[in-house]
C-alpha cells in the first residue's frame, strides 16, 4: 500500500531547489538535463499536467541582466578594457548562468503550478 501524500504540503522553494516532485517533495522531476518524467516515481504523481512554459526563462532573463547589465557597465567606467574581454567575459558568464538556473527555477515554476491550481480540490483531472 502506497502512502497517502494528498494531505502533505511541500514548499515550492525546497522543491524548485531539490529538483523535486510538488508533492511529496522526494521523487526526482527531471530525467536527464531538463526532460521532466512522466510520473513520479514516490507518489506516482502524474506530471504530464504540469507546465513551467516561458517562466523559468522569464525569470532568467531578469536575474542575470540584473546582475551582468551593471556589472559590465561598472568594469568598463572602471577598467575600460577593449571589447574583446568584454566578448570573453560576459557571453560565458551568461550561458553558464543560464544553465545554473534553468533547472531549480523550472523545478520551482512547476511547484508553483501544482500548488495554486492543481492541488486545489476543483482542479481539472
Ligand atoms: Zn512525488
Not at 531538463?34 to 510520473?39: A, D, F, K, N, V
Not at 525569470?59 to 567606467?77: H, K, R, T
Not at 578594457?81 to 527555477?105: D, E, F, N, Q, Y
Amino acid at each position: 500500500m502506497k502512502p497517502d501524500y494528498s494531505g502533505r504540503t511541500v514548499s515550492t522553494g525546497a522543491a524548485g531547489i531539490r529538483c523535486a516532485c510538488p508533492r511529496c517533495g522526494e521523487g526526482p522531476l527531471y530525467q536527464g538535463l531538463l526532460t521532466i518524467r512522466e510520473r513520479c516515481t514516490v507518489c506516482d504523481l502524474d506530471f504530464s499536467k504540469l507546465a513551467a512554459d516561458d517562466g523559468p526563462a522569464f525569470f532568467i532573463i531578469v536575474v542575470l541582466s540584473a546582475f551582468v547589465l551593471p556589472s559590465a557597465a561598472a568594469v568598463e567606467m572602471i577598467f575600460r578594457p577593449p571589447i574583446w574581454v568584454h566578448m570573453l567575459l560576459w557571453p560565458p558568464l551568461l550561458v553558464a548562468g543560464a544553465i545554473a538556473l534553468m533547472r531549480p527555477l523550472k523545478a520551482w515554476m512547476i511547484a508553483q503550478h501544482y500548488r495554486h491550481v492543481l492541488s486545489t480540490p476543483d482542479a481539472p483531472r
